[in-house]
């Protein structure tokens, strides 16, 4: 196992010691005090509504038995009480965090496979890792760490692992180079080009810009994978010949294609083009088809054998939130992809939904967030695909799901199959009312609406 040390995290921060021992190892990193346990290193963020810096001593009480800081003053009484503690003062703990994660990488002679897309980031993140998980002990990010954050944690987390599979998010320009820098990815994987952040990049163009942004810290050898069905992406491939890229797809000719789809409520089934062998998907969806295909393209840059390949498909489970799909106590089936939304998932999900067999159909939606002055427009085209795909029953939550709604209307949705609601609270007293045995309802909003609590409330 590779070992951060204090010396190292002085020299590479620039960071001063107030207080400790210089050979002391660092192996647990820690950004929450609450959440410390015994001999983690605590690191102080300040955000924009809170500063961890000021919880040091509750971290140092739960047994921290490192500290790194940014603007705070150490008293005596602390150092006298802690005296076996080793304290550090930097200038910036996130830059700090993200020079040790950069630093830490360099140690690790592994595949490192980075994932990035408008939408399907962290599905195709879990079934990627299932199938390098066939050949390699994989470490791949958890929950939401795949910001400028929460992927140096997780990288901070590597010890005897053999690969790393990590996902990353961006908000805007510059925010993918700068991660791609730290993890030096030897794959990088665009899912596909959409239009989530279009509120805050303006265009398409500029989200392609940022997504391909991965590539900055790719590794001379390294490979990028591209979906060759989005059409931005297959423009961008047909133009560039200074990466190895390799392609999947279902349309478009690629490197690696599925024939003979079946769609199914709670799987998918394809047939690998040229080795001919069927591969199971537990999950339903066209979209998990691109999925597997991707993990597929990553299995055999890696050299995974195809028997394995299949199989860490078949046995990959999805972070909970995402298309997650169960029954309650009164046999409703409930669609939970609550954790965020653009237009490009929101899509899926409701074309997902309107293939299950059910009494009614009822698609619960909130407001897709950051989408700036496309937000009306973007919202009345999933009005169009709510009537579409023949929805039974449209439920809108929020300011901007109200577009949503109005153009369901517009195009002939009956008024008493459509429910407009400012709070979720008002959202789960109807859905209470007028669920059955055999509905099936979708859940998916962006994740500042909160939609996990109408799920809860079903369940």
Partial sequence: MKKVIVKDILKICDGELICGNINEECLNFCIDSRKVIKDDVYVGIKGENFDGNTFYENALEKGAKVCILQDVEISSNVLNKYTNATIIKVVDTIKAIQQIAKYKRQMYNIPVIAITGSSGKTSTKD?????????????????????????????????????????????????????????KPNICVITNVGTSHI???????NILKAKLEILEGMKNDGTLVINNDNDLLNEWNSSSTKYDVKTFGIDNTSDVMAHSIELKEYSSKFVLKGDEVSVDVPVGGKHFVYNGLCAITVG?????????????????????????????????????????????????AIEYLSKMSAKKRVAVLGDMLELGDYSKGLHEKIGEDVVKNDVDVLVTVGCEAKYIAKRALDLGMKCEDVYEFCSTDEAIVLLESILVSDDVVLVKASNGMKFNRIVEALE
């Fill in 127 to 183: 079934i990627v890792a299932s199938v390098v998980a066939r050949k390699y002990d994989v470490l791949k990010t958890e929950g939401n760490y795949n910001n400028h954050i929460g992927l140096p944690l997780t990288i901070l987390k590597l010890r005897n692992h053999t690969a790393l599979v990590i996902e990353m998010g961006m908000n805007a320009l510059g925010e993918i180079r700068l991660l791609s820098n730290i993890a």
């Fill in 199 to 205: 509120g805050k990049l303006g265009s398409r163009q």
């Fill in 300 to 348: 055999k840059i890696l050299q995974i054998g195809i028997n394995d390949i299949v199989k860490g498909i078949e046995v990959f489970e999805l972070t909970k939130r995402r298309m997650d799909v169960s029954k309650n106590k009164n046999n409703v089936t409930i669609i939970n992809d609550s954790y965020n939304a653009n237009y490009d998932s929101m899509k899926v």
